[in-house]
C-alpha cells in the first residue's frame, strides 16, 4: 500500500498550490479519502475529505470556500487544490485513506506547504 504526496512547496500569501496524492495497493474506490496537515507544534488535523464515490465533501471551517477536494478512480488520485492561501495554512499535508466499513486506514508520508512572502 502507497499513498504518495506531490505538489508542495513554498508560496506567497493569497497565491494557490495543487496537492495531488497516488494511491495505490488496495481498492482505491472503497475508500473515502481526506487531507489532513500538521503545523510545527500543533495537533494533527483535519482539513478536508471526500466519499468513496465523491460527491459528499466536508471542510474545516478555516478553509471552506478557499480549498476543494476532489477525486479521480480511474487514476487513483485525490487532490488537494488550494487557492487564497494564508501563512497559517504552513503546515504538513498528509493523505489519508480510510475504509469505515473494515476500518483500514493507510497515509501518505506529507507534503511541506509553506506561505510565506
Known amino acids: 500500500v502507497q499513498l504518495v504526496e506531490s505538489g508542495g512547496g513554498l508560496v506567497q500569501p493569497g497565491g494557490s498550490l495543487g496537492l495531488s496524492c497516488a494511491a495505490s495497493g488496495f481498492t482505491f474506490s472503497n475508500y473515502a479519502m481526506s487531507w489532513y496537515r500538521q503545523a510545527v507544534g500543533k495537533e494533527r488535523e483535519l482539513v478536508a475529505r471526500?466519499?468513496?464515490?465523491?460527491?459528499?465533501?466536508d471542510y474545516v471551517d478555516s478553509v471552506k470556500g478557499r480549498f476543494t477536494i476532489s477525486r479521480d478512480n480511474a487514476k487513483n488520485t485525490v487532490y488537494l487544490q488550494m487557492n487564497s492561501l494564508k501563512p497559517e495554512d504552513t503546515a504538513v499535508y498528509y493523505c489519508?485513506?480510510?475504509?469505515?466499513?473494515?476500518?483500514?486506514?493507510?497515509w501518505g508520508q506529507g507534503t511541506q506547504v509553506t506561505v510565506s512572502s
Open positions: 471526500i466519499a468513496s464515490r465523491g460527491g459528499v465533501t
Open positions: 489519508n485513506a480510510n475504509n469505515y466499513y473494515t476500518r483500514a486506514q493507510y
